[in-house]
């Protein structure tokens, strides 16, 4: 059985790499008549996604909630532009990060979950590992010195849940119309497994999208290659 990992920051690093940068787009938030809530929570973001061509691009350019039924509206969108069957929660982001970017970057620097981020040789060893899954993306950095790694941003989706055994027991329901979840993500994970993707070695959890889930191939060939600045935890499966 395969075996299934969180992948977080490490606690210390030796590299300094800092980053000013956002997206290019980004869905706005949403105020649900149901709940009642005002949120915008995605990590996800889309850095192939072109939203030039919308007649509505402007309405992507300026974070604010807005309400559902407009919500609604420019989420269906941007929907064919993203991979099909994707998640889009208010405030996920699209196209590519854009920004400066400072200091010295780990091959693997994941320290801001909305925009994970690799170098591109980095990328390209572990896709020859037989990584699966792993699509990077050309970003709009610039950087501030003259020898600096290609970063790729990496597009990494939403699949797979928590097993309802580490939910608290007392957990409000999921808002049947927007979607939210309102309740924090538990210390302690278990996967559930029936949930969990088949054919991915790295991806998000769909309940708790910063929460970046690999499987035993990812860091067995994180591992292998050297490629420092990632903690890994394995979780249990049910």
């Known amino acids: 059985m395969t075996r299934f990992y969180w992948l977080q920051s490490p606690t210390a690093s030796r590299y300094t790499g800092e980053l000013q940068a956002t997206h290019k787009w980004r869905l706005p938030g949403v105020s649900c008549p149901e709940c009642g809530a005002t949120w915008a929570g ?7 996604a072109d939203l030039s061509s919308l007649p509505d691009e402007r309405e992507f350019k300026v974070p604010r909630p807005e309400p559902f039924d407009e919500f609604v509206r420019l989420r269906e969108l941007v929907r064919p532009l993203v991979p099909s069957g994707a998640q889009l929660l208010p405030g996920a ?12 970057f780990s091959p693997i620097f994941f320290y801001f979950v909305e925009s994970p981020l690799m170098h591109r040789e980095a990328l390209e060893k572990l896709r020859a590992e037989g990584v699966r899954g792993l699509k990077g993306f050309p970003t709009e950095l610039r950087f501030r010195q003259k020898k600096h790694p290609e970063l790729v941003e990496l597009e990494v989706l ?17 808002c ?46 994180v591992r292998r290659l050297e490629l420092h600045e990632a903690a890994f935890r394995e979780l249990p499966l049910r």
């Open 42 to 48: 995605s990590a996800t973001s889309f850095p192939n």
């Open 93 to 104: 982001k699209f196209g590519p990060l854009v920004g400066t970017a400072t200091g010295t």
């Open 158 to 174: 939403p699949h797979g849940r928590l097993h309802i055994d580490c939910l608290p027991p007392d957990r409000p329901p999921k």
């Open 176 to 221: 049947p119309k927007c979607g939210r979840n309102g309740f924090k993500r538990p210390e302690e994970l278990i996967l559930d497994a029936s949930s969990l993707p088949v054919d991915l070695d790295l991806f998000r959890l769909s309940d708790f999208e910063t929460t970046f889930i690999c499987t035993e191939r990812f860091v067995d060939a």
